[in-house]
């Protein structure tokens, strides 16, 4: 059974920087997708960035395009979201999830995914 779990939320102001980590475990397909998503008070589950675990390619939304930077430690399974120049609408639950294979035409569609971790909360306020 597969497992991830967010670390690295906070409360920070607007233009400061924040690193987020995903450790993820147990996944056994032979090819998948590693997402960040986060969703805000009231609002739907928006996807935010994702890396291929197998090549390490990396995807975006315009929406932190410039801003924020995923990684991957291959060693220890671990997806970093580093956050720099936050905004106030980048605030809300940041969620790591698992993909089987690389859907291009799904990156940011939530039920494309199969497994979640529980999130961790960024609020980002002056």
């Known amino acids: 059974q597969a497992q991830l779990v967010e670390s690295g939320g906070d409360l920070v102001h607007p233009g400061d920087s924040l690193k987020l980590s995903c450790a993820v475990s147990?996944?056994?397909?032979?090819?998948?997708?590693i997402g960040w998503f986060r969703q805000a008070p009231g609002k739907e589950r928006e996807g935010v960035s994702c890396?291929?675990?197998?090549?390490?390619?990396?995807y975006y939304a315009d929406s932190v395009k410039g801003r924020f930077t995923i990684s991957r430690d291959k060693t220890s399974n671990t997806v970093s979201l580093q956050m720099n120049s936050v905004k106030p609408e980048d605030t809300g639950v940041y969620y790591c999830?698992?993909?089987?294979?690389?859907?291009?035409?799904?990156?940011?569609?939530?039920?494309?995914?199969?497994?979640w971790g529980q999130g961790t909360l960024v609020n980002v306020s002056s």
């Open positions: 999830a698992v993909m089987r294979g690389v859907l291009l035409l799904r990156l940011w569609e939530p039920n494309a995914y199969s497994y």
């Open positions: 147990g996944v056994t397909f032979p090819y998948y997708t």
């Open positions: 890396i291929a675990a197998h090549n390490g390619d990396k």
